[in-house]
């Protein structure tokens, strides 16, 4: 499907957000600001759309909030899904053999398995829900064996979970997306060393901070950070690629804003990248331009400058 360059949008025709320490402040809210710029980027003729790490049902209540209706990059780059139906539009599933591997790998080392699935494929085979479960843990010790930080996520954003001992009880093994560990710095190193050394050829790696409101570690050592594996290749920008090409957007009209590891690639792709000033050293490399932090709407001062035709 073909679509004409806007003229009334000058030089972009795509904006890919970032939503965790980017258009989110440090409190997981957009600022007005930011939501604003949005309005007035869309209003400009340019499309945006929100590209996160989260599964979709764990980033509505932020899509519903900016009134996002083009596709949202959920999964880290694994899916792509309606925000109004939460129908998935593409998914990128991961080899049935790795999965099992990096999962035993993660099990050898005291931690639960969270398997992201494409949750229109694990919904019920009879009934009327559309929707199964987001996450299959497999958690030899049952909910026991879950980290506090990752049921507390569960339970606050309403995600449908499945727990499992062993992952030979998976029916959707097709439907896996991304498999996971949740844990502190100490407590992940070792897993993370061994799934690089072994599986890095075969997998797009990410361990990078988790999603903890309020709290303050004592050390470095103690901070919650998630560990994600997905299919080889696949990112932000394989997603937002896809999305592009449905569209007949030239890549080079696409701008991205992060500020995290996973947002690397659209960042370095993209034809103007915009790190966002919390970002990580990766991201502020990978960017052509730095806008101001998210605590400081820097979303919104990034829009306007390219609204402007100043970047």
Not at 23 to 44: T, Y
Request: with cysteine; glycine share 8%.
């Amino acid at each position: 499907m073909e679509s004409a360059p806007n003229p009334s949008a000058p030089g972009y025709d795509l904006i890919a957000i970032d939503l965790d320490g980017t258009l989110l402040c440090s409190q997981g809210r957009v600022s007005q600001e930011n939501a604003a710029a949005i309005r007035r980027a869309r209003e400009s003729g340019v499309r945006v759309t929100v590209c996160t790490g989260r599964g979709m049902i764990e980033c509505r209540h932020v899509t519903d909030h900016i009134e996002q209706h083009e596709p949202v990059v959920v999964a880290g780059g694994a899916m792509l899904a309606c925000p109004r139906t939460l129908d998935t539009l593409h998914r990128f599933s991961m080899d049935i053999g790795l999965v099992r591997e990096l999962t035993e790998c993660m099990l050898w080392h005291g931690h639960a398995a969270l398997v992201l699935k494409d949750p229109a494929a694990t919904a019920p085979r009879t009934g009327e829900a559309r929707r199964g479960h987001d996450y299959l843990v497999v958690s030899p010790r049952g909910w026991d064996g879950i980290h506090p930080v990752t049921r507390w996520w569960f339970k606050a954003l309403n995600v449908p979970v499945q727990v499992v001992p062993r992952l030979e009880e998976d029916e959707h093994p097709e439907a896996t997306v991304r498999v996971g560990v949740c844990g502190t710095r100490r407590g992940t190193t070792d897993v993370a060393r061994e799934i690089r050394g072994r599986f890095a050829s075969r997998t797009t790696l990410h361990h990078f901070h988790a999603v903890v409101p309020g709290t303050n570690p004592a050390s470095e050592d103690d901070h919650i950070l998630i560990l994600e594996a997905l299919g080889e290749h696949v990112n932000k920008w394989t997603a937002i690629r896809w999305l592009a090409e449905h569209h007949g957007i030239d890549p080079a009209r696409i701008a991205a804003i992060g500020n995290d590891i996973n947002d690397v690639a659209m960042l370095e792709n993209a034809g103007l990248g915009v790190a966002v000033a919390n970002a990580i050293d990766e991201a502020r490399r990978a960017a052509k331009r730095h806008t101001l932090a998210n605590d400081e709407h820097g979303v919104a001062h990034a829009i306007d400058r390219i609204l402007a035709g100043e970047w």
